[in-house]
């Protein structure tokens, strides 16, 4: 069998019993366990009335005006990057304008280089067609011409060469528009 | 039959001065003051404007809690300005609660009636002011004579509130911190009073000492949960003050 | 409580008048704790219980009813204290 006691400074303690009475000293009661001692309030009182008085004049106001500087700080700091926000948007938005006129202009301009071009391009065509037209119709009458020629040449030598074997073959000369006469409507035939 | 006796109560709680009438509970009450200004001060001394950190983040976790979590919620905004008042408030209690689980010192300073007492009294002191500064001499008419309830009905329910608002009011604001403290510390020492005589005890059944380690498991499962009812018994005489003071503010509700 | 009495009186031997008084005190104390704490405990349980049914029907709601029901516990464990008092004052 053991007892323990509790002592009032808090240390447990093992008492053996001894055999007969301990000679503990046992006090009286005392007061009762749940009335306040003046002392402990007094204590407590004056602890809690010195946080609450430098709590309310000086430390609380100082806290709070530094968690109110940051808060108004992120929130000056969010507003600004709003605005440099919205700042850059605009920009971008100019920019894009300004790249979209600059098309536009360039793209103008290249129509219009292109009608220009187009242009030029169906005039030297037209040109070089006309010239062409031009030659082609000079060399066609110059061949014609080359042709007719020959064809004259053709004739008179045919004329000449017929009239000669006519004449080799009846002994006289026949009359040279007759002959020619023939050879040109032979040759008119001989052409059909 | 088990030898084991338990001493009366008055050598559990009742402490011997250190020196001329300052004991173990008024070394807790001066700590817990001194810890919330340490506390506080050190907070407001960094620089506010970087993110907080450490002493400051924790302060500033007090202080938001206070205010969202216990003005908002029952003063409204009008109740901001009582933030330093309920800040020392919950502070002080719940520094004054925390020695009932830390090692060495095993007290919780409101386990005494002194300190809850004094709160209570300081608290009713304050809303019976707020109220007549608020009000007038209609706080008491409307107290005792509540408008809005049936005329026959009337002297007893002003009687109730006034015996409500008057004397139940701090009576069981302080007996409600002061019993849950001590409810916790006197579990405490049951436990490890337990375990204790369990563990030494001189007996010949060999299986004896090893169940020491069930109320020994009790005891630690028993801190855990007076960790909690410490905060909440600071939380719940915080929130206490507040309604009390909304309601002296606005006697007609 | 008187039947009670009697047979602690009958089984423990008790002499002096005072130890008799110590007795009976000892067993009121235990009977004002456990009655004290019946109502309590029964109310608690409605305040806990309807507050998560609050909670679970409107989440959003949470805050606001998990203030009201700290202050509903707060005022309805104040007298199963008030029977721990009494419990202290007369036992111990």
């Known amino acids: 069998m053991s007892r323990f006691i509790l002592h009032i400074d808090g240390a447990v303690v093992l008492v053996p019993q001894t055999s007969g009475d301990a000679e503990t000293v046992v006090e009286d009661k005392g007061p009762s366990p749940i009335a306040p001692e003046i002392k402990e309030l007094a204590w407590g009182a004056g602890a809690f009335i010195v946080l609450f008085a430098l709590m309310r004049i000086w430390l609380f106001p100082r806290l709070k005006k530094g968690m109110d500087a940051r808060y108004g700080k992120i929130r000056g700091d969010h507003e600004s990057a709003d605005a440099t926000r919205a700042a850059a948007n605009a920009e971008v938005a100019e920019y894009e304008a300004e790249i979209a006129t600059v098309k536009a202009q360039a793209a103008a301009r290249i129509e219009a280089a292109r009608g220009v071009l187009e242009a030029e391009r169906t005039a030297a065509l037209a040109e070089v067609n006309g010239r062409i037209a031009i030659r082609r119709t000079e060399s066609n009458a110059a061949s014609e011409a080359a042709r007719a020629a020959a064809a004259e040449h053709v004739q008179a030598a045919v004329a000449d060469v017929s009239s000669r074997a006519a004449e080799l073959a009846t002994g006289h000369k026949p009359q040279a528009a007759a002959v020619s006469g023939i050879v040109a409507s032979l040759m008119a035939g001989g052409h059909k | ?253 | 409580m008187e039947a009670i009495v009697r047979l602690i009186a009958a089984t423990a031997p008790v002499q002096t008048p005072d130890e008799i008084k110590a007795a009976n005190a000892a067993i009121g104390a235990g009977f004002a704790y456990g009655l004290a704490a019946i109502g309590p405990g029964i109310g608690i349980g409605f305040v806990v219980g309807k507050a998560i049914e609050a909670m679970a029907r409107q989440p959003e709601a949470a805050g606001m009813v998990r203030t009201t029901m700290f202050l509903g516990i707060a005022f309805t464990e104040a007298l199963a204290l008030i029977g721990f008092v009494v419990f202290i004052l007369l036992g111990l």
Not at chain 2, 44 to 57: E, Y
């Open chain 2, 1 to 253: 039959m088990l030898g084991l006796k338990f001493p009366p109560i008055n050598e559990l709680i009742r402490w011997r001065d250190i020196f001329t009438n300052f004991n173990k509970v008024g070394v807790i009450a001066v700590a817990a003051a001194l810890i919330g200004i340490a506390v506080f001060l050190i907070a407001g001394s960094r620089d506010p404007l970087k993110a907080p950190t450490g002493v400051r983040n924790l302060a500033e976790t007090g202080v938001n809690f206070i205010e969202n979590d216990i003005v908002m919620q029952t003063m409204g905004k009008d109740g901001l300005r009582w933030t330093p008042f309920l800040l020392s408030l919950f502070v002080f209690i719940y520094l004054c609660n925390l020695p009932g689980i830390l090692p060495v010192l095993q007290m919780p300073a409101t386990a005494r009636m002194a300190i809850p007492l004094f709160l209570a009294l300081f608290v009713w002191v304050i809303y019976n002011a707020v109220g007549i500064r608020h009000n007038g001499i209609k706080y008491f008419t409307l107290m005792v004579w509540p408008p809005g309830v049936p005329v026959a009905m009337r002297p007893l329910v002003g009687l109730i509130e006034f015996l409500s608002n008057i004397i139940l009011r701090p009576f069981s604001l302080a007996v409600r911190l002061f019993a849950n403290m001590l409810a916790g510390h006197m579990l405490l020492i049951t436990f490890a009073f337990l375990t204790n005589a369990l563990f030494f005890a001189e007996t010949k059944q060999f299986a004896l000492k090893p169940m020491s380690i069930l109320p020994f498991f009790m005891l630690v499962f028993l801190t855990a949960f007076e960790v909690l009812v410490g905060f909440l018994q600071a939380y719940i005489f915080t929130i206490l003050t507040a309604v009390f003071i909304n309601a002296a503010q606005h006697p007609e509700h």
